[in-house]
């Protein structure tokens, strides 16, 4: 029995024994079968939690929170307390000193001088007990420019003198306002009424800013930058609504005091930011105010336009508390600037035509002549197309004003748009290099010596119709009026068409030329529905001449007097005493003389069928060598006579339509020349008439000029008679 005891008292020790080998005292892990002290300051998660510092000891740990935390006392986490943030500025409210503001940061703070008042270091923060802060007022006494300094509750005060303003910010420099620079304008102005008014708004907008000694209130608390650009672009509207055509010290005057108002009204906009636009102008202004100066980059825009430059190239170099950028686009100006080219060196056989809008750039500083870092304008094109481009700017020093290249450089261009890189700032655009048809001297000695030739001719068409009355018909009375139309058209063109001297008279040829070409091309209707009775209808083709001058002459007339109307101004431009491409009046000639070509087309069309059919039934065993011939010589006349060789005309754009350009030209000026061929002298009847005529001039002997006449009355009714019938003598 002794020995069992001794048993389970052995295997009690043993099991006691390995219990406590895998147990140690809270605080303390297990190592090499011994209980050691356990760090709880290295744990994974921070036991203490943030802004504290954990302390270990024997079996345990504390933990205290770091300088300008609270609480001061030493405490453990899990009793739930943290470490915050303790508040000086509050604790000591004369922690800073004097004329300073006290600001908590996290465990600490930091003093900074009060509002009007600055280290004399130079430096933000209070470091330094001797660095004490003072007055701006007495630290710079330039510190308000053309004012003076005041101490108030809120800071330093500018109170500007007569004739400076700080543009309503009062911690800013006063500076000058030169309202001369409208008042100066408003004598070169006079010549427009409403750039008048832009400049007087500008000038009592100007005067209004200037506060009086007396004054108690300073007008630009009441000053209102936004009111002002909103009557700035209504002033820009009336003046551009109805075409502005200026001179070019007129232009220059007009961007000088779009400049000026832009700069004046920047630092007036309540935000940073603001965009405006009206019915023929866009504008954005960006404004940076600040104690430092603005820095990197900044770009603005309009539909059209984008303008990119830097900050530093806003500001110059002097800072005077703001900064303001704009661009403004003009919606329609380039119809009026579309010249003025005098200065730009272009290829042989091109000129130029404004392809972007107009717009002006500026910035606030002053020295813009000449930039550091150039601006980058890129333009979007009103019409797309693969010309080369140009960038120019506005001189005013060129006798003036005109547009230059100087400076500027095209960067890169496409189709749509073009990169504009320049080295100063002023009013831009792009300009398209287009192909010049009219100078390639072949064309014009062609349209000389054709036009002079087709003078000739239908002088003698125009007697032929009018005096011998065997050949008198309906078809050529058409011919008759037809041949005088082309005829005063045609000499118009020779004698007035480059006289661009003269505006007046310039856009009176232009009418004339519009008048009496569209007469030709209605006449050439009239021909076209003539043939289409004869040889189609085949009833009683007479047409009553009051119906066909009304048709001939009263068309033409109601078009141009329309058109005059919606734009006389659309008659004339700089090279040519012709219709204006850019206002889109060129149309009110091509669109009847489109039309007027279909309509022919289709008599022709129709024409040529039917005359087929008759050779074919009048002759069954006509040779047909013979019924080529007279079908040929038939089609030929009626394409010259209808005009159809004016297809050719549309044609006409650029250096690649080339060959267009010389058929178009060759057929048109000697159109005179072709229809004295086809319907003079391959006239049986007319030859015959000549020949007669010709034996009396030589033989005036043998028969009387009177006895001519009177013989040929039976046959000229007799002639009359078979026209009636219906019959054709083409």
């Not at 333009?379 to 400076?407: I, K, M, Y």
């Not at 009833?539 to 007339?557: D, Q, S």
């Not at 008659?571 to 000639?589: M, P, Q, V």
């Amino acid at each position: 029995m002794r020995h069992v005891y001794l048993l389970i008292l052995v295997l009690s020790f043993a099991l006691m024994e390995k219990i406590l080998a895998k147990t140690c005292p809270l605080g303390f892990i297990k190592s090499k079968k011994l209980c050691v002290d356990e760090n709880e300051c290295e744990f994974e998660n921070p036991i203490c939690g943030e802004n504290a510092v954990c302390s270990n000891t024997n079996g345990s740990y504390y933990c205290e929170c770091k300088e300008g935390f609270e609480p001061k006392d030493r405490f453990k986490q899990e009793n739930g307390t943290t470490c915050r943030d303790r508040d000086e500025c509050k604790d000591d409210p004369g922690l800073c000193g004097k004329n300073t503001t006290c600001h908590n940061t996290p465990g600490s703070f930091n003093c900074t001088c009060a509002a009007g008042f600055r280290l004399k270091s130079g430096k933000i923060y209070l470091t330094e007990l001797n660095d004490l802060c003072e007055s701006v007022c007495i630290l710079d006494k330039l510190n308000c420019g053309g004012g003076h300094c005041q101490n108030g509750n809120n800071g330093h005060e500018c109170k500007c003198n007569p004739g400076f303003t700080n543009y309503g910010h009062k911690t800013m420099k006063c500076t000058e306002l030169n309202c001369d620079t409208f008042m100066n304008k408003s004598k070169t102005s006079q010549v427009s009424s409403k750039l008048t008014k832009i400049v007087s708004l500008m000038s009592n907008s100007c005067l209004v800013l200037i506060p009086s000694e007396s004054a108690r209130k300073e007008p630009y608390e009441q000053f209102d930058g936004e009111r002002l650009l909103e009557k700035l672009l209504n002033a820009l509207d009336d003046l551009l609504h109805d075409g502005f055509q200026p001179d070019n010290n007129m232009v220059s005057v007009l961007f000088d005091i779009v400049e000026s108002a832009l700069t004046l009204i920047g630092p007036f906009l309540k935000n940073t930011q603001t965009q405006r636009s009206s019915k023929k102008t866009e504008v954005e202004l960006l404004v940076k105010r600040g104690s430092s100066q603005p820095e990197g980059p900044f770009m603005i825009s309009t539909n059209t336009t984008r303008f990119s430059s830097h900050w530093d190239t806003a500001t110059g170099n002097n800072y005077l508390g703001f900064t303001t950028a704009a661009l403004l686009s003009y919606k329609s100006l380039e119809k009026s600037l579309n010249r003025f080219f005098g200065y730009i060196e272009g290829p042989e056989n091109k000129h130029f035509n404004i392809n972007s809008r107009v717009v002006t750039a500026i910035v606030s500083n002053k020295e813009t002549g000449h930039l550091e870092k150039p601006v980058i304008l890129t333009f979007s094109h009103l019409r797309p197309t693969n010309e080369n481009h140009t960038c120019v700017f506005w001189d005013p020093s060129l006798q003036g004003g005109a547009w230059s290249t100087r400076g500027c450089t095209t960067m890169n261009s496409s189709d749509v748009q073009t990169v504009c890189s320049c080295n100063h700032l002023s009013s831009f655009a792009v300009l398209m290099a287009l192909y010049d048809i009219g100078d390639v001297y072949e064309l014009r000695l062609i349209t000389w010596v054709g036009l002079s030739l087709s003078l000739a001719c239908l002088l003698i068409c125009i007697a032929t119709f009018y005096f011998v009355h065997s050949i008198q018909s309906t078809r050529n009375t058409i011919h008759l009026h037809l041949c005088i139309s082309l005829f005063i058209a045609y000499f118009v063109f020779l004698v007035g068409i480059t006289r661009t001297d003269n505006k007046v008279g310039c856009s009176i040829i232009a009418g004339m030329l519009h008048y009496f070409f569209l007469a030709a091309f209605c006449w050439m209707c009239l021909e076209g529905v003539q043939l289409f009775r004869m040889v189609v209808l085949v009833f009683n083709t007479t047409l009553r001449p009051v119906y066909m001058i009304a048709a001939g002459y009263g068309v033409p007339a109601v078009i141009v007097a329309v058109s005059a109307a919606v734009s006389a101004k659309g008659y004339g431009t700089e090279r040519y005493c012709w219709l204006n491409f850019e206002d889109g009046i060129i149309w009110s000639f091509y669109g009847p003389v489109c039309v007027i070509i279909i309509v022919n087309v289709f008599f022709f069309l129709i024409t040529i069928w039917k005359l087929a059919e008759k050779f074919s039934s009048l002759n069954p065993d006509l040779d047909n060598l013979q019924k080529i011939k007279t079908f040929t010589i038939t089609a030929i006349a009626q394409l010259c006579v209808l005009g159809i060789m004016w297809v050719f005309g549309c044609f006409q754009f650029d250096k690649g339509t080339l060959a267009m350009s010389y058929i178009f030209t060759i057929l048109s000026s000697l159109q005179g020349v072709l229809m004295v061929i086809m319907h003079c002298w391959l006239s049986k009847q007319v030859r015959d008439e000549y020949a007669k005529f010709l034996s009396f001039i030589c033989a005036p002997q043998k028969r009387k000029y009177s006895e001519f006449s009177s013989n040929q009355t039976s046959k000229s009714q007799a002639s009359r008679s078979v026209q009636h019938t219906g019959k054709s003598n083409i």
